[in-house]
């Protein structure tokens, strides 16, 4: 009965603030349980029950029923990697490879940036991944407190990843020591807060030096905090990092003691190709237990590779499924990028097996606590956050529904989304945004395409 007390005194009874039922629960539990007729209870900002309805509302007959008919309930997807202000730069540069893209159109116009727009920015993606049914997400950018303003304002789960380059002055601050006194103050507030977390992410081995490196661990190490960056991103990079330091990029990262159990790596696309190689890289991952982060949306629109998923999992690393920024992708849509994961995997292995359905659910969702290294987040299970979406089955591509876990890979777009709760707190409900005031946020982005005219 997946845990659920079938005799339990009613004063023994925790309290039961809503139970949310539908036709079909996807637990995502160990087992892969799905429940037909199923509903999963609340209390405050945790789990308290997963099971068959008519269980649940002889335990539960005062709490509030919140029936989603027919539809299907979910953990809520976690985008394992993005740059949540950079919808901001939606569709200003296209159809160019990686490094053309950044040094040619995003540097320049991010070195404009204020806190009000990174902001803005913010809330925006935010509101993208809550329409779409994300509940948590790793972010990685510039100007960190603006972010954490949005993302406790519109009451997203978080780890906040303050991302630096060796040139200063940045925009965050004239130089490191600087940079480091403003990561300490908002580790404190991330510290007091219930669903944000800090990271250090230095931006890449391309554009930091060893000496930086080393120290953004150490200060990752005493602040207690999680620690990122994107890596192997591209052969190019490799290249580089052969070039100067005598090493690919994951073995340069070991030598500077970068690969520990609270490190996650975004993309790895570019990993010893060569055989030994590969297994080599992806064997070093997996002793160290770091988390890997797969953004086949952006390293497709950007030409960067595909990520070797097959030897990732053969190794036993961790991992987990990212959009990537809203400029490189362009959708912060963590239901079309289960859809892409799968079917670039078939087509570059030839296997049609690569990659199935569940897989790729597994990546947005068990694979996302791997990525945010939260433990209490990718299930609905008894204890676990009360974060979770429900779609819609009603629309002509949702139905028949044989495999509600094809349906949700293969043929749903995030549009039928219809519920998404984080912390046990409904932020979106049946066409609504309940966490902002989304005509006015639309509104206020207007003003941001001046901005972009400017450079």
């Not at 990697?81 to 159109?105: A, E, F, N, Y």
């Not at 993606?125 to 100007?143: C, Q």
């Not at 906040?160 to 600087?178: C, H, I, M």
């Not at 932020?427 to 395409?449: I, N, P, S, T, W």
Request: proline share 6%.
């Amino acid at each position: 009965m997946y845990n659920i007390p079938t005799s339990v005194p009613e004063s023994a009874l925790p309290v039961c603030n809503a139970l949310y039922t539908a036709d079909y629960v996807i637990t995502q539990n160990e087992g892969r349980d799905i429940i037909r007729k199923g509903a999963v209870a609340v209390s405050d900002d945790r789990i308290l029950c997963v099971g068959h309805t008519d269980i649940l509302e002889i335990l539960y007959p005062e709490a509030r029923r919140v029936d989603l008919g027919h539809a299907v309930l979910l953990p809520g997807l976690v985008n394992g990697h993005t740059h949540v202000p950079m919808s901001l730069l939606r569709g200003i540069s296209d159809d160019k490879k990686l490094m053309d893209w950044l040094t040619q159109d995003i540097f320049p116009r991010e070195s404009r940036l204020t806190p009000e727009l990174v902001e803005l920015g913010s809330r925006f993606s935010m509101a993208e991944m809550i329409r779409t049914g994300t509940t948590s997400f790793y972010d990685m950018y510039m100007l960190e407190d603006s972010v954490f303003n949005a993302a406790d304002a519109m009451g997203m789960r978080a780890v906040l990843g303050v991302s630096l380059t060796q040139f200063f002055p940045s925009l965050d601050a004239p130089d490191w020591d600087a940079l480091q006194d403003k990561i300490r103050a908002l580790a404190e507030r991330c510290r007091r807060h219930p669903r944000l977390r800090l990271a250090i992410t230095p931006h890449a081995p391309y554009t930091t030096h060893p000496g930086l490196l080393r120290d953004c661990r150490t200060l990752a190490d005493e602040l207690d905090v999680l620690f990122g960056m994107h890596l192997a991103e591209t052969a190019g990079e490799t290249e580089t990092c052969l070039k100067d330091f005598g090493m690919r990029p994951i073995p340069y990262c070991e030598s500077l003691g970068l690969l520990q159990p609270d490190t996650t790596f975004f993309h790895v696309v570019e990993a010893g190709i060569a055989p030994d190689h590969l297994r080599e890289d992806m064997e070093l991952l997996a002793e160290q237990r770091c988390a890997v982060v797969h953004n086949p949306g952006s390293n497709m629109k950007l030409a960067s590779g595909v990520a070797p998923l097959r030897a990732m999992e053969q190794a036993g690393v961790q991992t987990g499924l990212g959009t990537d920024g809203p400029s490189s992708n362009n959708a912060q849509n963590m239901v079309r990028e289960m859809y892409l994961a799968s079917l670039l995997q078939k087509v570059h292995n030839l296997d049609p097996q690569a990659c199935p359905a569940q897989r790729a659910l597994d990546m947005a969702t068990r694979g996302g606590s791997h990525a945010l290294h939260d433990p209490y987040i990718g299930t609905l299970e008894p204890g676990m956050r009360a974060d979770f979406i429900a779609l819609s089955l009603d629309s002509p591509n949702m139905q028949p529904v044989h495999n509600p876990v094809s349906n949700i890979v293969y043929a749903a777009t995030g549009m039928e989304t219809i519920l998404t709760v984080v912390n046990g707190r409904e932020l979106y409900r049946d066409g609504k945004f309940l966490c902002c005031d989304y005509d006015a946020l639309c509104e206020e982005l207007k003003g941001v395409y001046d901005w972009i005219q400017q450079g």
